[in-house]
């Protein structure tokens, strides 16, 4: 049942992306340009033009570790929630690394090794694409150099445990060992970094070294697609047409992943985006070209963003705490092909703490916020008598962020609503594009 393409949307929209841009040219970047992070296999899937590309023998070698995952019904919360809903989740936490993330890991770690690559560069939040990481670059025998977030660090120290049992060396970001991250450290010492931060990093570490390339977990085009393994199951496994499709977004993968093959098979139905109210680059931030990063060191980048500049607080689900979103779900949200809203930290936890008692498996808090929206929905079923059926993903396991739930069961988190002038400061340094 597992896939034996990925799915690319791009050829099925209206209108093509914008490309990204050479911040000294201010035209689109060439193969030429990206080279120094991506190997060209990676680089043709990020421009590919067809709708599907053929998996390789020897990732779907690695994918059966764990692929097809399963698509489960939650009679037990439906039943809780008293709602005429039919809930499915496809779960994504059974692979190696406990989340969605191997599904780009392992392809990217494969490519690279094949041209000759010895040690991918990455960031990570959360822990789970760096863990991710980590385990696809043991599989090919890739050295791994990984920017923990400096919240996360110290938040999730099992996750870190996780990426260095699987070879890599982790640094807390911002990090002494770079250029970027020193200059961050000497203006704030006690930074609790960023995403955007931590990309600066891994790649100025990257650019410097030919035998080093970087790997990046969401955003990018090609990314997204190899992400759409898990909407491709979803359609084989699902036993009724959904009304509605909900995912989780910081960068984008986890929701582009479930919902691009249904937009392509379902494009009717309803699909909506859910992002933290302290990060949210869909709803409040601005549809410009930006940098990926913070020093500026990729190109510009059309999206939802924040401003590169923007640090957000260290709220716990820090898989979400990027400034922007992916420029190929920038333009769709654009398009007006889905929606998107914002949770709360308190009522995400609210929903995960939910989840467990009922289905039995702890949620990761990066898709506590597609539950927190499914419970919602269902209640507004339980008052209207529809039974809608919806579908989400849950993208990973929270066994390593029990730290967070301890916070919330002793009622010590606090939600955070961030305030506008924050998001104005950090909007003022968008480079301008003409």
């Given at each position: 049942?597992?896939?034996?393409?990925?799915?690319n949307i791009?050829?099925?929209?209206?209108?093509?992306?914008?490309?990204?841009?050479?911040?000294?040219?201010?035209?689109?970047?060439?193969p030429?340009d990206?080279a120094p992070?991506?190997?060209?296999?990676?680089?043709?899937?990020?421009?590919?033009?067809?709708r599907?590309?053929?998996?390789?023998q020897?990732?779907?070698?690695?994918?059966?570790?764990?692929?097809?995952?399963?698509?489960?019904?939650?009679?037990?919360?439906e039943?809780?929630?008293?709602t005429?809903?039919?809930?499915?989740?496809?779960?994504?936490g059974v692979?190696?690394?406990?989340?969605?993330?191997?599904?780009?890991a392992?392809?990217?770690?494969?490519?690279?090794?094949?041209?000759?690559?010895?040690?991918?560069?990455?960031?990570?939040?959360?822990?789970?694409?760096?863990?991710?990481?980590?385990?696809?670059?043991a599989q090919?025998?890739?050295?791994?150099?990984?920017?923990?977030?400096?919240a996360?660090?110290?938040?999730?120290?099992?996750?870190?445990?996780?990426?260095?049992?699987?070879?890599a060396?982790?640094?807390?970001?911002?990090?002494?060992?770079?250029?970027?991250?020193?200059?961050?450290?000497?203006e704030?010492?006690?930074?609790?970094?960023?995403?955007g931060?931590?990309?600066?990093?891994?790649?100025?570490?990257?650019?410097?070294?030919?035998?080093t390339?970087?790997?990046?977990?969401?955003?990018?085009?090609?990314?997204?697609?190899?992400?759409?393994?898990?909407?491709?199951?979803?359609?084989?496994?699902?036993?009724?047409?959904?009304?509605?499709?909900?995912?989780?977004t910081?960068g984008?993968?986890?929701?582009?992943?479930?919902?691009?093959?249904?937009?392509?098979?379902?494009?009717?139905?309803?699909?909506?985006a859910?992002?933290?109210?302290?990060?949210?680059?869909?709803?409040?931030?601005?549809y410009a070209?930006d940098f990926?990063?913070?020093?500026g060191?990729t190109?510009?980048?059309?999206?939802?963003?924040?401003?590169?500049?923007?640090?957000?607080?260290?709220i716990?689900?820090?898989?979400?705490?990027?400034?922007?979103?992916?420029?190929?779900?920038?333009?769709?949200y654009?398009?007006?092909m889905?929606?998107?809203v914002?949770?709360?930290?308190?009522?995400?936890?609210?929903?995960?703490v939910?989840?467990?008692?009922t289905?039995?498996?702890?949620?990761?808090?990066?898709?506590?916020?597609?539950?927190?929206?499914?419970?919602?929905?269902?209640l507004?079923?339980?008052?209207?008598?529809e039974?809608k059926?919806?579908?989400?993903?849950?993208?990973?396991?929270?066994?390593?962020?029990?730290?967070?739930?301890?916070r919330?069961?002793?009622?010590?988190?606090?939600?955070?609503?961030?305030?506008?002038?924050?998001?104005?400061?950090a909007?003022s340094?968008?480079?301008?594009?003409?």
């Amino acid at each position: 049942m597992t896939p034996s393409h990925w799915y690319n949307i791009i050829p099925d929209l209206t209108a093509p992306p914008p490309p990204p841009l050479h911040p000294a040219t201010m035209q689109p970047v060439g193969p030429d340009d990206l080279a120094p992070l991506f190997p060209m296999e990676l680089i043709g899937q990020e421009v590919s033009t067809d709708r599907f590309v053929e998996i390789p023998q020897e990732v779907l070698d690695v994918y059966r570790l764990w692929r097809p995952t399963p698509l489960i019904r939650a009679h037990r919360l439906e039943k809780a929630l008293q709602t005429p809903a039919r809930i499915y989740y496809k779960y994504e936490g059974v692979s190696p690394a406990g989340s969605h993330k191997p599904n780009t890991a392992v392809p990217q770690a494969y490519y690279n090794a094949r041209e000759g690559v010895r040690r991918l560069t990455t960031e990570t939040g959360a822990g789970q694409w760096g863990s991710s990481l980590a385990f696809a670059c043991a599989q090919f025998g890739l050295e791994c150099q990984i920017w923990m977030v400096r919240a996360s660090y110290d938040q999730k120290p099992y996750r870190r445990s996780l990426m260095q049992v699987y070879g890599a060396t982790v640094h807390a970001s911002p990090s002494p060992v770079t250029g970027a991250g020193s200059k961050i450290l000497a203006e704030n010492p006690d930074s609790t970094g960023s995403l955007g931060i931590a990309i600066s990093e891994a790649v100025e570490v990257a650019g410097q070294d030919p035998a080093t390339r970087y790997a990046l977990g969401s955003v990018l085009n090609h990314v997204l697609m190899h992400q759409t393994v898990i909407g491709e199951e979803a359609l084989k496994q699902l036993p009724e047409r959904p009304d509605l499709v909900i995912g989780c977004t910081g960068g984008g993968s986890n929701f582009a992943g479930l919902a691009f093959p249904f937009m392509r098979e379902h494009p009717d139905i309803t699909f909506r985006a859910v992002e933290p109210e302290a990060c949210p680059s869909f709803t409040r931030g601005r549809y410009a070209y930006d940098f990926g990063d913070t020093a500026g060191f990729t190109p510009l980048l059309k999206m939802h963003t924040l401003g590169h500049s923007f640090v957000p607080d260290p709220i716990h689900a820090g898989g979400l705490r990027y400034h922007g979103m992916s420029p190929l779900l920038s333009h769709m949200y654009e398009l007006g092909m889905f929606e998107a809203v914002t949770r709360s930290q308190t009522e995400c936890f609210e929903a995960g703490v939910r989840f467990a008692r009922t289905e039995g498996i702890v949620p990761a808090p990066e898709p506590t916020h597609a539950l927190a929206e499914t419970i919602a929905e269902a209640l507004r079923c339980k008052e209207t008598g529809e039974p809608k059926v919806i579908l989400t993903a849950l993208c990973g396991h929270g066994h390593f962020d029990m730290a967070a739930y301890d916070r919330y069961l002793a009622g010590e988190m606090r939600d955070f609503a961030l305030p506008q002038e924050r998001i104005d400061e950090a909007l003022s340094t968008l480079p301008v594009t003409g």
